[in-house]
Each structure stands twice: as C-alpha cells, then as structure tokens.
C-alpha cells in the first residue's frame, strides 16, 4: 500500500508537469461538444434537446480519450529505463501501475467536471436526482478504470511512445459506431448491429439515462461490459508487467 501511494503521487506530479495532456483531455472533448451542438445541432432531429443528448456521448469520449495517457506513460517509463530502476527496489510492479492507472482516473475526474461545466453553460440541463448523478458518475468511473488498465496494458508491450499514441485515435473513432452522437435507430441495418453490440452504447444510454431521468435499461448490462473490462484489462496488464520485470 506504501509502494502504490508513492506511485500515485508520482503519477499525479507527473501529470501536473505534464500540462498539455491535461490540457487537451479537457479541450478537445469540449470543442467537439460546441461543434455537434452548434455545427450539426440543427440539423439532427430528436424528441429532447440535443445538448441534452449529446452531453452523455461526450463525457464517455473524454473519459475514453482521456484514459489513453496512461499507455504512453507506462511506455516512457518502460523505455526510458525507470521501470529497471525501479526492479532494483523492494516495490511490487503491481504498485508502478497503480500510480499510472489512478493518476489518470484523477485526471479524467478533472476533465469530467471541466466538461459537465461548460455543458452547463451550453444550456444542457439534467432532470437526474442526486443518487443518479452518483450511479452516473460511478459507472463513468468504473468505465475509464477499465479503459486505464486496459491503456496500461499497451504502454507495456507498445514499442515506442508514438505507437502507444494510437490507442488514442482508437478510442476517438470508437463512439462515432454508438448512440454518443446519433440514435441507433437511424443508422443502417448493418452498422446497427455492430453497434448495439459493443460496450460504449450501454455505457452511454445508461449515463443518458440516469442524467436525463429516465429508466436506465442498459444499466445491469453497462455494469457487466465494463466491470468484465475491467477484470480481463487488470489480468492482462499485471501479466504482462511481470513479464518484463523478470527479464
């Protein structure tokens, strides 16, 4: 518990010197929060606000986005010979990615807010209870521990820092093949399936949902999607660290 704690305060000193990270966690999943409101908005037909439709998609893009700095920090650290200093001294490799893992936990936390805020400002406006907003913002970060092991996970085996970047592209496209900007409904029948059946849509129709104050149907099944991640990206990632910490 020692060795994680001074892991997570690195990390997160790390992340302080580290700004433009940050920065553009928060940045870019607002800039494209003000384009599909103001840009496409208009044209986009539903039965509620679309700032109260798209606010949902967004926050899992930020979270999922914002996860994937995690894989080039694993990967500097790896690279760069740290995680052979670290070999040398008394701590687990378990705690080493811990403090990367709830490091960028924290900073999606930030970002989440940061979002939430200007959304406000944007005019959406949540019909969510207080525990809702708690289930909400629970199962968001219960979703980006997953993603953050996961991102952790190919920081390990990534070969350089700009390879471990691309998980971020991934994670960006992603979305676009769920209901984060447009119902499911209207998309072709093949595209549909493929995105009904992967785990961002019930993430994101549970976190509209529980915000927008109707039942969230997809919850039991957002919680099976990602707590699963969570389980297979965890294994994976310690399995793999250990691997190299034995070379």
């Not at 959304?119 to 959406?124: I, T």
């Not at 907003?133 to 199962?139: K, P």
């Not at 949902?209 to 990602?226: F, K, N, P, R, Y």
Request: net charge positive; with cysteine; aromatic share 10%.
């Amino acid at each position: 518990m020692t060795a994680s704690l001074t892991m997570i305060g690195r990390s997160i000193r790390l992340s302080r010197r580290n700004l433009d990270l940050v920065i553009m966690a928060i940045v870019l999943p607002v800039l494209m929060m003000a384009l599909f409101v103001y840009v496409f908005g208009g044209a986009i037909s539903s039965t509620q606000s679309y700032v109260d439709y798209v606010v949902p998609g967004i926050l899992v893009l930020c979270t999922g986005y914002g996860a994937t700095s995690t894989a080039m920090s694993v990967t500097d650290d790896v690279k760069k010979g740290v995680v052979d200093r670290f070999r040398s001294m008394p701590i687990s490799g378990f705690s080493v990615l811990t403090g990367h893992v709830v490091a960028s936990v924290a900073r999606n936390g930030l970002a989440t807010f940061a979002v939430v805020l200007v959304a406000l400002l944007m005019g959406f406006r949540p019909a969510a209870s207080f525990g809702s907003w708690i289930l909400a913002m629970g199962l968001l970060a219960l979703y980006v521990l997953a993603l953050s092991w996961l991102a952790a996970g190919f920081g390990v085996v990534a070969r350089t820092v700009e390879s471990a970047s691309l998980l971020g592209f991934f994670m960006l496209f992603i979305p676009y093949l769920s209901s984060a900007f447009v119902p499911v409904a209207t998309m072709p029948s093949w595209l549909r399936a493929v995105s009904e059946h992967q785990p961002i849509t019930p993430v994101i129709e549970t976190v509209r949902a529980l915000l927008t104050g109707q039942e969230a149907t997809s919850g039991w099944l957002a919680l099976g999607w990602s707590g699963g991640l969570l389980v297979v990206a965890f294994g994976w990632a310690t399995w793999l660290f250990s691997r190299i910490s034995r070379r």
